[in-house]
């Protein structure tokens, strides 16, 4: 069971859908579409090996996992994970201020 530090509730994607729905007065169908789209691109963009920054908000990039060694606890044998790129985000300074106080 993962720790959870402060967190309350976990918003689900349809919460945000429905939200966001009524904070901006467009249709439940309306930001779903922009929602997919939106994250449509920054998945096709992080692929390419680009980075997506939004101001105020912060930055998509893709990040190097190098090697590492780990031990399946059942069997006891040890491998290794080869090195990956996996997907990061970095806060901006604006996001981090507004969700610290």
Do not use: C
């Not at 922009?34 to 096709?44: H, L």
């Amino acid at each position: 069971m993962p720790i959870r530090i402060g967190v309350k509730n976990i918003m689900t994607r349809s919460q945000l859908i429905t939200k966001v729905a009524n904070d901006t007065n467009m249709t439940a169908a309306e930001v779903e579409k922009v929602m997919d789209g939106v994250f449509g691109t920054i998945g096709d963009v992080l692929k390419s090996g680009d980075k997506v920054t939004i101001a105020g908000f912060g930055r998509f990039e893709m990040r190097e996992r190098q090697t590492k060694n780990f031990t399946n606890p059942k069997t006891k044998v040890t491998s290794k994970l080869e090195p990956t790129a996996i997907p990061g985000f970095k806060a901006s300074g604006r996001l981090k201020e507004k969700v610290s106080g």
